[in-house]
Structure formats: structure tokens, C-alpha cells
């Protein structure tokens, strides 16, 4: 009997351990699908969010931006920021750790400062540019951010004569540019300063996907990836793919060329001792195309041959062989 109650206490425990675990296997599964969603580039809008200044906020047209924000799905807080006038961004990321989904905010390096066409023109006219561009740089120099757009709201056709003249605005938007890497836009009304902030947003938001993505082509994470083992396998498929870079070279061409040429090495030191008769022998080269009742041999062409020669023998790294 007592034995008997042992066993059954032995066995729910057993039963509540393999309850436990699978409650726990269970939130793993739903904290890394939560955190592969957050990685998703079309859902940037749930994990982005704009930093108003209170100064801009409480401005002329700050209710209409913060309400146009908030119509565009953008979310927004007001804050007050080290220079006025301007909009940050914020990207929350996710992270998995035994189950549990944590949210890290990353401060991302663009700025967007917005100031009155009015404003800009009177610091060009009394020659007081110097203070802003001072505002710009501390910005710069705060180890956060690294880019600033600039950009001028109520700049118009209208009153494009009154506000500044041209000649000085563009030697004062050129040293900006060419000295401190700031990025102008001229922007008429508040709509065109949202959309402005809309897609700033969903440019820093979809960044990491890019940037993952980008990673992949180079860690043979792709499809169509192609590289060479230490055994060597794979170097005629690499060849026969950079014969294919070259124009009107298709796979089949490259196919024929690499049988006979079986390395680049091989192509090249062959074009070396020769290079018309090396586009003679390329030009006879027969294709074969198709399978059954629907195959035919044709030849690479002399047009083909000679681009390959060019490829393989020009010492000109900047020739375009077309």
C-alpha cells in the first residue's frame, strides 16, 4: 500500500515536472514569434517613435502636427530636447531570454530640425548663421547623432523673392552641406513636415531589416548562394556564374567556355599567349542547347568571344565592356 502511494506521488510529479516544461517550451515559442514579428519590416510603425520638441509642439501648427501623427498611425511624444525645433526618433527593440520578452530603446542617430523660412533668412541677412550652425554641431558632437536634415517650413514660390535672396541662400545651404553634412529640404506647409517625419520613421524602422538582410547575401544564407568548399567543390559553379556577369553570356555559353577552360587562371593565361586567336577558338565553341527532338548546337559567336577576351585581359579596372 505504501508502496503504491509512493509511486503515485512519484508520478505526479513527474506529470506536473512535464507540465512545467511544456508551459516553458510554450512561452519560448511565443516570446521568439513575438520578437520574429518586431522584425517583420512591414510592422516598423509598432516599434518607432517620434521625439518632439515641446517647443515645436506648442509652436505655430504643433497641434496639427501632433494630430496629423496620430491620424498616420505615428506615434509621438513630446519632450524637450537639447535644441529647439527639432524631432528624434526612437526604435524599441525586442529580445527573447528564457521565455521573456524584453523591449530595449535604441536612440537612433537622425535628427530633423525644423525652423521658419523667416527665421533661417534673417540669420543669412544679419549674417548670424554662425549660432545655429554652433546649435547643429553640439548635436553632432553628443556621440548619438550623426545626421541632421534641416528642414526650412513656409519656404514657398510666393514669397520666395521676399524671404532671402537666392544666391545667399544657396552659399549658406552649400556650407552647410559641405561642412557639417547637413541635409536641406524646403517644405511649404505642415502636411509636407509630417510626411517628412512619416518617412524618416519608417526608413529608421525598416533599417534592420535591411541590414540583416544585407548580412545574409554574405554568409551563404541565400538560395541561390554559391561558394567554394575546402575541398575545392563548387569552383566551376563560381566560374560559370562570373562568366555569366559578362553581357549576352549565358548560363549555357559559360557552361561550354568553362568544360574547355575549367578556371579563370586557365581562360586568361590562354588569352594571354593569343588574343585573336583566343577569340577565334572562344567564337567556335559549339553550345548545346535543349534536350530530345528540341536540342541544337550553336556557336558562342564572335561577339560573345570578344567580350570575354576583354574581360579576362584588360588591365584597366574602370573599362566598361558593353
Wanted: include cysteine.
Amino acid at each position: 500500500m505504501v508502496q503504491d502511494e509512493k509511486e503515485k506521488t512519484e508520478l505526479q510529479k513527474a506529470r506536473e515536472q512535464k507540465r512545467i516544461e511544456k508551459e516553458k517550451e510554450n512561452a519560448v515559442k511565443q516570446a521568439r514569434a513575438a520578437v520574429a514579428k518586431g522584425m517583420k519590416k512591414e510592422n516598423w510603425m509598432e516599434y518607432m517613435e517620434a521625439l518632439i520638441d515641446q517647443r515645436l509642439a506648442e509652436g505655430v501648427g504643433g497641434t496639427q502636427i501632433l494630430t496629423t501623427l496620430e491620424i498616420e498611425g505615428i506615434k509621438s511624444q513630446v519632450v524637450n530636447q537639447p535644441m529647439r525645433n527639432t524631432v528624434s526618433f526612437v526604435r524599441y527593440e525586442l529580445s527573447e531570454n528564457d521565455g521573456i520578452v524584453s523591449k530595449t530603446k535604441i536612440f537612433e542617430d537622425t535628427v530633423l530640425v525644423v525652423e521658419q523660412a523667416e527665421t533661417i533668412a534673417a540669420h543669412i541677412r544679419s549674417d548670424n548663421l554662425a549660432s545655429f550652425k554652433n546649435q547643429c554641431c553640439s548635436l553632432l558632437t553628443n556621440n548619438v547623432t550623426s545626421t541632421i536634415t534641416l528642414l526650412v517650413l513656409g519656404f514657398t514660390r510666393h514669397n520666395k523673392k521676399s524671404v532671402m535672396n537666392r544666391l545667399e541662400w544657396e552659399q549658406a545651404t552649400l556650407e552647410l552641406q559641405m561642412e557639417h553634412n547637413i541635409t536641406t529640404f524646403l517644405i511649404t506647409d505642415v502636411a509636407q513636415l509630417v510626411e517628412h517625419i512619416r518617412m524618416y520613421c519608417k526608413a529608421l524602422g525598416e533599417r534592420p531589416h535591411k541590414l540583416r538582410k544585407s548580412k545574409d547575401l554574405f554568409i551563404g544564407a541565400t538560395k541561390n548562394q554559391l561558394f567554394v568548399d575546402r575541398e575545392g567543390g563548387g569552383y566551376l559553379q563560381v566560374f560559370i556564374a562570373q562568366l555569366q556577369e559578362i553581357r549576352s553570356v549565358n548560363e549555357a555559353i559559360a557552361t561550354a567556355v568553362a568544360q574547355l577552360y575549367p578556371s579563370p587562371v586557365i581562360l586568361s593565361n590562354f588569352i594571354a599567349r593569343d588574343k585573336e586567336g583566343a577569340v577565334a577558338a572562344l567564337a567556335d565553341i559549339q553550345v548545346r542547347r535543349g534536350v530530345g527532338v528540341l536540342a541544337n548546337i550553336r556557336r558562342v559567336g564572335p561577339e560573345a568571344a570578344k567580350r570575354i577576351v576583354r574581360f579576362y585581359s584588360s588591365s584597366d579596372p574602370d573599362e566598361q565592356i558593353v
